[in-house]
């Protein structure tokens, strides 16, 4: 897995170096990185089929895009059923996404390879002996669909937010780039390296701590409850919001807004008044599956990106300067990304009747997932 992420950093950096060469001004940092979390996640899943995986990643954000169009009228009941233009775009798209994957895992069970997610999600679906071969299907599509949305946006966000930071704090850049430069020299990361990587470590679990890449656990009641003095009735759904409990000064301490990786020195326990309350890949049964998988990627990504380019705020303007190897001269500007800035956030979330629930009972919460008493 390590071989196959630094492999697919190889492309990013030689586009960046080219674009640097041309004297390309201006970069979306954020749509490249995607674009790499994409490629990465298509490797993992569909092995020597992967060029395929990426077209239907394509068409899965075809889908996506089609789907989050503003639409004032959706939510008028039966409203959807109404023939329309766009509905007939994402079931068309629906349609090309399902024979596509069913295409690939053909494709896979004749290539007979057997180390890829793909594999694994097939031998799920065996193991699960559907009643008829459409849930089967169902099953196999679904999860794909489930990997690419949950696995590679989150890590592309949570890459550009680290890059950002690190240009607004160059003191914790450049204790990174020593780390990386001490334990790789000019080799790639591998596994004993990546291991070692305590600062980047320390730097991503704050960055995701500030800007949580997935900012909203959802849950549904199973049974009445009693949590402190609100009731919550059988079926409620309860959306937590990650950026209000991971920036409460109650847990964090009063430099709960500043970014400061230093907390994680000792680990998530030192680092807050209770651990349950840093959850940036959920938590209890239904936890982030790829969490490892990302924080593998994330370090080899930032540690090879680090290796080879600097990032320094842009005086008083906004964006950054992106200063590459020998082309010192030619500077770049880098956009971090179309995300939801963490007041932005906290804005919406006060417009979210639930978020009336104060931090302790989702601090319960969280603790009775993690105990397995939801
Ligand atoms: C920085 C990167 C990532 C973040 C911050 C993140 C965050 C999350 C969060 C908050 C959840 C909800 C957990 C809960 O409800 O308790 C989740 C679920 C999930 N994530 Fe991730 N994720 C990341 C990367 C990935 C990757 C790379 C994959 C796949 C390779 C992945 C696969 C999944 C899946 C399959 C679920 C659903 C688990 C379930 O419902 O049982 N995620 N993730």
Redesign the pocket.
């Known amino acids: 897995m390590v071989d196959l992420m630094v492999d697919s950093t190889g492309p990013l950096l030689r586009l960046w170096e080219s674009r640097i060469e041309e004297g390309e001004v201006e970069m979306e940092l954020y749509e490249d990185l995607r674009n790499y979390s994409a490629d990465v996640?298509s490797r993992a899943c569909f092995g020597s089929s992967y060029l395929r995986g990426k077209e239907m990643f394509s068409k899965l954000r075809l889908l996506q895009k089609s789907l989050s169009k503003p639409n004032l009228f959706a939510e008028i009941t039966g409203f959807r059923l109404v023939p329309s233009k766009s509905g007939r775009e994402v079931a068309k798209l629906e349609r090309e996404v399902h024979s596509l994957i069913l295409e690939l895992v053909k494709e896979g069970q004749a290539s007979g390879e057997e180390k890829n997610l793909l594999q694994a999600i097939l031998n799920g679906a065996k193991e699960s002996s559907f009643t008829s071969q459409d849930k089967a299907d169902a099953f196999i599509v679904d999860n794909c669909k489930?990997?690419y949305f949950?696995?590679h946006e989150?890590?592309a966000a949570?890459a550009s937010w680290c890059l950002l930071l690190l240009a607004l704090y160059p003191e914790w850049q450049h204790l990174v780039r020593s780390e990386i430069t001490q334990l790789c020299g000019d080799l790639s990361p591998d596994a004993q390296s990546l291991q070692k990587m305590k600062i980047l470590t320390m730097v991503i679990q704050e960055t995701?701590r500030l800007y949580?890449?997935?900012p909203i656990?959802?849950r549904e009641s199973l049974q009445d409850m009693k949590l402190g003095k609100l009731d919550i009735p059988k079926g409620l759904g309860i959306y937590i919001p990650l950026p209000t409990l991971h920036r409460d000064p109650s847990i964090w301490g009063p430099d709960a807004l500043i970014f400061n990786p230093k907390r994680f020195a000792n680990g998530v326990t030192s680092a807050c008044t209770s651990p349950q309350a840093y959850a940036?890949?959920?938590?209890?049964a239904?936890?982030?599956?790829?969490?490892h998988?990302?924080m593998l990627?994330?370090k080899i990504v930032l540690s090879l990106i680090l290796s080879r380019v600097a990032f320094i705020k842009d005086g008083d303007k906004s964006g950054l300067l992106f200063v590459c190897g020998d082309a010192l001269q030619q500077r770049c500007q880098v956009f971090p990304g179309p995300h939801v800035h963490v007041d932005d956030l906290h804005r919406s979330y006060r417009c979210v009747i639930l978020t009336i629930l104060h931090t302790i009972f989702v601090v319960k919460i969280l603790r009775s997932c993690t105990e397995g008493k939801e």
Do not use: W, Y
């Open positions: 996640i489930s990997i949950a696995g989150t890590t949570a995701i949580p890449p997935g656990i959802s940036p890949f959920g938590a209890g239904r936890t982030c599956l790829g969490q998988f990302a990627e994330l």
